[in-house]
């Protein structure tokens, strides 16, 4: 069964320290790895999108990368804005998405 | 424009009545979808649209009836809900299905009562 797990469940970090947060995969089949903020209430916002191992992508204090079995979420001095939930989700070759159950993210000023 | 808007932002309902919710977008996307999301979980898939034709029925109970008018709306008609089926209802939209990134909408709070 694919699978997505997501690790730590919840971080709390002070306003600039940079931490990572991880998202690991069943191996076999990936077609694409997606991740995701989501704030309370609100509809996830897509931030990223990797598809093969080695690839990389940035935007502002974020990097997502990717291995051949986990992709990492990096948040470099990170703001009080930057809290929220963050998703990642992998695409096994079908239309559906399957996502991680989350990584709560709270940034203390 | 990369939105996708969906009303009512919140809807409270009795378990006898008959609401829908709506979606819309206008990115020329050929994929919708209706997941929901229960407080503290990740999105669960409900239904796909490909070309306007459903292609994904993850087995939803049958009082969720999809509805796809054109490749730019997508409808959930409710009916007979129960307590349970309060969540956070998103809608989705991608290129084509199986490909390419997905954009949410706010999503509809629903309570039933």
């Known amino acids: 069964e694919d699978q997505v797990t997501q690790s730590p469940e919840a971080l709390r970090l002070q306003e600039g320290e940079s931490s990572s947060l991880n998202c690991s995969y069943t191996v076999s089949g990936l077609r694409g790895l997606f991740w995701y903020r989501q704030d309370p209430g609100k509809g996830p916002e897509f931030l990223f999108t990797l598809y093969s191992a080695g690839e990389e992508k940035e935007k502002e204090r974020l990097k997502a990368t990717l291995t051949k079995k986990e992709s990492f979420l990096h948040i470099t001095a990170p703001k009080p804005e930057d809290s929220a939930t963050y998703l990642c989700?992998?695409?096994?070759?079908?239309?559906?998405?399957?996502f991680g159950t989350g990584t709560r993210l709270t940034i203390i000023p | 424009d990369t939105e996708v808007t969906q009303t009512p932002k919140h809807l409270v309902m009795g378990m006898t009545n008959k609401k829908s919710l709506k979606c819309e977008q206008h990115?020329?996307?050929?994929?919708m979808y209706w997941y929901k999301q229960k407080a503290k979980k990740p999105p669960e898939l409900m239904f796909v649209y490909s070309y306007e034709k459903l292609s994904i029925n993850e087995s939803v109970p049958s009082r969720f009836s999809p509805e796809c008018p054109n490749s730019s709306l997508l409808n959930l008609h409710l009916h007979a809900l129960q307590p349970e089926d309060s969540a956070l209802y998103l809608c989705?939209?991608?290129?084509?299905?199986?490909?390419?990134?997905?954009?949410f909408g706010p999503g509809t709070r629903l309570t039933v009562l």
């Open positions: 989705a939209s991608s290129s084509q299905a199986g490909l390419d990134e997905q954009f």
């Open positions: 989700a992998a695409r096994f070759g079908n239309e559906k998405l399957t």
């Open positions: 990115m020329g996307h050929r994929a």
